[in-house]
């Protein structure tokens, strides 16, 4: 027994690597062992769940399904806004190929975004992205020493001057273009090429002392007067139209010969090249069907062929209510009326029923319930019949232009926006389809669709002066985007598109060979928004995701008609940003370029509530794009005057601005001193 405890001890005491307890007591090598215990199912660390799965393990299985639908919401909605953002980032580049020359790639991304604009500035910018800037040329120097120092001219380019040099002179910087710059490394940029020192003390020299001299405001007229001058002057002529108003009373009668023959004189002096004047359907035609009365228009017509001015005429199927000016009040013909108050089905309709006179229902194009005629009849009638009492001025040539009414205010839309029932801006309008006629027309698509029970307006797109985000029709993810939303809204644009081919077909059998004019409107509120409501209820299907105008315009190109576009000129301030999500740039780039892609011609009219002349300016602008490869120009412009009692006080010192631009002339009269 002690020779087994001695080579017990001595075991392990040379077993260096046994760490046990001096209390555990360890069998000898020589006995037999037991077997080993079984190992212990070995246990894995469970993840700990994250987000909606672990809202969905908290809350138990009966949440697990509410789980999955708002994941598979958060997925939908992360696409709408990737659309969105793609339709922007499109656009973008677009409009930099077609304005600015840029030769940017099909598949362009930011990195050459970045790289064309950096080249336009002036920088150096290698194949490696490697962008850096050279230092100016001395020709520079030279031309500014030449420069006289005492006209505001040179005081504009000394400024400008004092600047770049100063930017040129500090150390040139280098900078890596790759997939991880962003916004925050330009700003680090920027702000590693200035000089501390002159950041703080400033730089002084005579160039310096002289600016500081000058009186600011000064300097920002004289480059304002510099830029319309240079930018303006020798380009491209395009005539200027002006709208007569308030020329002929409801008796069809010429009111006040001399004050008119005043005003054509005072606009031929101008150099206008000729004016427009509107013939209501409700004063030639006003008190019985197919008995024409244009006396009033004859002896308008014959002073404006001595005038020596060029003449368009508006077929203007519409109501007119006036203005604060006291100009006349137009309504449709009385015969029309009476009509009316027996099938008031004949007039558009919202929702709640109530009735919009303003024109007639598309529903009744094909419907004989004008005292046996239908309305594009009625319509082909009244053009047959001007184009007969006026072929004179026609074969000689006064007569250069008809625009043919095709809606509310002579545009093509629906009467979605009526002051007078309560619409107020910017609120997304009402759809008007809800007379008798166009819904049977609903009511016949939604069963060759095969859901009858889609044959129903929405009910949830709110009132005239709804927010999108309001109503559940036009919110993002509304229903407009839905298969009901889809059909419904590309119903109500076809049937827009089919009333102007109607009345388009008819019309060119009556003018023949004569330039056809249809207006189209600018409803730019909502215009940033996913739906673009207020168009929606117009009747232009243009969503984010949906090209709402090019489908119209197929149809206009069809019969070779000029485009009117009706040009706001706005300067968004930023509070109506907010309000309305308001966008005229941006709708006036896609009417425009989607117009002209197709081979439309394109002509412009100002909006009633541009008259500045900053707003002038950024028409003309549209009207000459500036940099366009294709040289696109608007064929003609309309300057739509203001009331009388403004006329007064402002004169006609903005139409003469307007058409001097207009025609390329020079400014030097207009600029301010």
């Given at each position: 027994?002690n020779?087994?405890a001695?080579?017990?001890?001595?075991?392990?005491?040379?077993?260096?690597?046994?760490?046990h307890?001096?209390?555990?007591?360890?069998?000898?090598?020589?006995?037999?062992q037991?077997?080993?215990?079984?190992?212990?199912?070995?246990?894995?660390?469970?993840?700990?769940?994250?987000?909606?799965?672990?809202?969905?393990?908290?809350?138990?299985?009966?949440?697990?399904?509410?789980?999955k639908?708002?994941?598979?919401?958060?997925?939908?909605?992360?696409?709408?806004?990737?659309?969105?953002?793609?339709?922007?980032?499109?656009?973008?580049?677009?409009?930099?190929?077609?304005?600015?020359?840029?030769?940017?790639?099909?598949?362009?991304?930011?990195?050459?975004?970045?790289?064309?604009?950096a080249?336009?500035?002036?920088w150096?910018?290698?194949?490696?992205?490697?962008?850096?800037r050279q230092?100016?040329?001395p020709?520079?120097?030279?031309?500014?020493s030449?420069?006289?120092?005492?006209?505001?001219?040179?005081?504009?380019?000394?400024?400008n001057y004092?600047?770049?040099?100063?930017?040129?002179?500090?150390?040139?910087?280098?900078m890596?273009?790759?997939?991880?710059?962003?916004?925050?490394?330009?700003d680090?940029v920027?702000?590693?090429?200035?000089?501390?020192?002159?950041?703080?003390?400033?730089?002084?020299?005579?160039i310096?002392s002289?600016?500081?001299c000058?009186?600011?405001?000064q300097?920002?007229?004289?480059?304002?007067?510099?830029?319309?001058?240079?930018?303006?002057?020798?380009?491209?002529?395009?005539?200027?139209?002006?709208?007569?108003?308030?020329t002929i009373n409801?008796?069809?009668?010429?009111?006040?010969?001399?004050?008119?023959?005043?005003?054509l004189?005072h606009?031929?002096?101008?150099?206008?090249?000729?004016?427009?004047?509107?013939?209501?359907w409700?004063?030639v035609?006003?008190?019985?069907p197919?008995?024409?009365?244009?006396?009033?228009?004859?002896?308008?017509?014959?002073?404006?062929?001595?005038?020596?001015?060029?003449?368009?005429?508006?077929?203007?199927?519409h109501?007119?209510?006036?203005?604060?000016?006291?100009?006349?009040?137009?309504?449709?013909?009385?015969?029309?009326?009476?009509?009316?108050?027996?099938?008031?089905?004949?007039?558009f309709?919202?929702?709640?029923?109530r009735?919009?006179?303003?024109?007639?229902?598309?529903?009744?194009d094909?419907?004989r319930v004008?005292?046996?005629?239908t309305?594009?009849?009625?319509y082909?009638?009244?053009m047959?019949?001007?184009?007969?009492?006026?072929?004179?001025?026609?074969?000689?040539?006064?007569?250069?232009?008809?625009?043919?009414?095709?809606?509310?205010?002579g545009?093509?839309?629906?009467?979605?926006?009526?002051e007078?029932m309560?619409?107020?801006?910017p609120?997304?309008?009402?759809?008007?389809?809800?007379?008798?006629?166009?819904?049977q027309?609903?009511r016949?698509?939604?069963?060759?669709?095969?859901?009858?029970?889609?044959a129903?307006?929405?009910?949830?797109?709110g009132?005239?002066?709804?927010?999108?985000?309001?109503?559940?029709?036009?919110?993002?993810?509304?229903?407009?985007?839905?298969?009901?939303?889809?059909?419904?809204?590309?119903?109500?644009?076809?049937?827009?598109?089919?009333?102007?081919?109607?009345?388009?077909s008819?019309?060119?059998?009556?003018f023949?060979?004569?330039?056809i004019?249809?207006?189209?409107?600018?409803?730019?509120?909502?215009y940033?928004?996913?739906?673009?409501?207020?168009?929606?209820?117009?009747?232009?299907?243009n969503?984010t995701?949906?090209?709402g105008?090019?489908?119209v315009?197929?149809?206009?190109?069809?019969?070779?008609?000029?485009?009117k576009?009706?040009?706001?000129?706005?300067?968004v301030?930023?509070?109506?940003?907010?309000?309305?999500?308001?966008d005229?740039?941006?709708?006036?780039?896609?009417?425009?370029?989607?117009?002209?892609?197709?081979?439309?011609?394109?002509?412009?009219?100002?909006?009633p509530?541009?008259?500045?002349?900053?707003?002038?300016?950024r028409?003309?602008?549209?009207?000459?794009?500036?940099?366009?490869?294709?040289?696109?120009?608007f064929?003609?412009?309309?300057?739509?005057?203001?009331?009388?009692?403004?006329?007064r006080?402002?004169?006609?010192?903005?139409?003469?601005?307007?058409?001097?631009?207009?025609?390329?002339?020079?400014?030097?009269?207009?600029?301010?001193?």
């Amino acid at each position: 027994m002690n020779s087994n405890a001695d080579s017990f001890s001595d075991d392990l005491i040379s077993n260096p690597q046994t760490d046990h307890p001096p209390d555990v007591l360890l069998p000898h090598p020589h006995l037999p062992q037991p077997p080993p215990p079984p190992a212990p199912p070995q246990q894995h660390q469970q993840r700990r769940p994250r987000g909606f799965a672990a809202a969905a393990a908290t809350a138990g299985p009966a949440s697990a399904g509410k789980g999955k639908r708002e994941r598979e919401k958060e997925k939908e909605r992360t696409k709408l806004r990737e659309r969105h953002r793609r339709a922007i980032t499109s656009r973008m580049l677009a409009g930099l190929r077609q304005y600015g020359n840029f030769p940017l790639p099909a598949r362009a991304d930011m990195n050459d975004v970045l790289a064309a604009l950096a080249r336009e500035a002036g920088w150096t910018v290698e194949a490696d992205g490697t962008t850096y800037r050279q230092s100016p040329p001395p020709s520079q120097l030279a031309t500014f020493s030449a420069r006289s120092m005492d006209s505001p001219a040179s005081a504009a380019s000394l400024k400008n001057y004092g600047v770049k040099t100063t930017l040129d002179s500090q150390p040139s910087a280098v900078m890596r273009m790759d997939e991880s710059l962003s916004p925050a490394s330009l700003d680090s940029v920027v702000i590693a090429e200035k000089d501390p020192k002159s950041v703080k003390y400033g730089q002084t020299s005579p160039i310096n002392s002289v600016i500081e001299c000058l009186d600011a405001e000064q300097l920002i007229h004289d480059v304002s007067s510099v830029d319309q001058q240079s930018v303006f002057t020798g380009t491209d002529f395009v005539p200027v139209y002006v709208k007569l108003d308030g020329t002929i009373n409801n008796y069809c009668q010429l009111v006040d010969r001399e004050g008119v023959r005043q005003e054509l004189n005072h606009i031929k002096s101008l150099s206008a090249d000729g004016v427009i004047v509107d013939c209501w359907w409700g004063i030639v035609e006003g008190w019985n069907p197919q008995r024409y009365v244009w006396s009033g228009y004859r002896e308008l017509f014959h002073i404006i062929r001595e005038s020596k001015l060029k003449l368009q005429v508006v077929l203007a199927f519409h109501e007119y209510g006036g203005n604060d000016s006291g100009d006349i009040s137009v309504s449709l013909p009385q015969w029309v009326l009476e009509i009316g108050k027996e099938n008031e089905d004949i007039f558009f309709a919202d929702r709640e029923g109530r009735r919009n006179t303003e024109c007639l229902s598309w529903g009744i194009d094909k419907e004989r319930v004008l005292k046996g005629r239908t309305a594009i009849e009625v319509y082909f009638d009244f053009m047959r019949s001007f184009r007969t009492e006026f072929d004179d001025l026609f074969c000689e040539g006064l007569i250069t232009a008809v625009e043919i009414g095709l809606g509310p205010n002579g545009e093509l839309k629906y009467p979605s926006f009526p002051e007078r029932m309560g619409w107020r801006y910017p609120g997304v309008g009402e759809f008007q389809c809800y007379d008798k006629y166009l819904q049977q027309n609903l009511r016949k698509a939604a069963k060759m669709r095969g859901h009858s029970f889609w044959a129903r307006g929405p009910d949830n797109a709110g009132q005239f002066n709804s927010r999108p985000h309001e109503t559940e029709f036009f919110c993002e993810r509304g229903d407009y985007d839905s298969y009901y939303g889809r059909f419904f809204l590309q119903w109500y644009a076809q049937t827009l598109m089919d009333h102007a081919d109607n009345v388009l077909s008819l019309a060119n059998l009556a003018f023949e060979e004569a330039n056809i004019i249809v207006k189209v409107p600018a409803v730019y509120w909502w215009y940033k928004t996913a739906s673009h409501a207020a168009e929606l209820t117009a009747g232009y299907y243009n969503p984010t995701n949906q090209d709402g105008y090019s489908p119209v315009f197929e149809v206009l190109k069809r019969h070779s008609v000029t485009l009117k576009f009706v040009c706001s000129g706005l300067q968004v301030l930023s509070q109506e940003l907010d309000e309305g999500s308001v966008d005229p740039e941006g709708l006036n780039w896609q009417v425009l370029n989607s117009a002209w892609d197709r081979g439309l011609a394109v002509a412009g009219e100002n909006a009633p509530s541009c008259y500045d002349r900053d707003g002038f300016m950024r028409i003309v602008e549209m009207a000459k794009p500036r940099n366009d490869p294709d040289h696109h120009r608007f064929s003609f412009f309309v300057y739509h005057q203001p009331s009388s009692l403004v006329q007064r006080t402002m004169g006609f010192s903005e139409l003469d601005f307007v058409i001097k631009c207009m025609h390329g002339g020079i400014l030097e009269d207009l600029l301010p001193c």
